[in-house]
């Protein structure tokens, strides 16, 4: 599997394309379905929240890494940080969340569009895959999608 700038690109827009569908596609009561139980109850709103709030500080952050910065702080919080994300975007309605969900996945396609192979290749901390290139990170994006898109359908 080729780590292009290309491909990738592709990929997150396939992947978007997807989850776009399928939001696109629920009524209002499928919103409040519960996903996840175990600490903080997330409802599928929650998880599209998650999707748009991870994708924005990943564009950031993979731009750092880039830019010659170290990625995210050896003491970074992922669940302290969704949760503050979670209260950010709580009152968006779920049309408001899919049109910058749609927006932040078409400025990351974009900007992967933009990068060359090296640096792909470059290397920082993320902060569930800890040190790693910008192209597993990438990566990272779709596929963390398609896991939660896995528990939305179960």
Known sequence: MPDTPQFLAKRLRSEGEKMTGFFAALDDADWEKEVYTEGTTWAVHNVLVHFLTAEQGFLKLFADIVAGGKGAEDDFDIDRYNARQQ???QALSPQELLIQFQDVREKMALWVEGLTEEEL????RHPYLGENTVADMVKLVYRHN???YRDMRS
């Open 87 to 89: 209260e950010k975007a």
């Open 146 to 148: 398609q896991i939660h």
């Open 121 to 124: 290749a470059k290397v920082g």
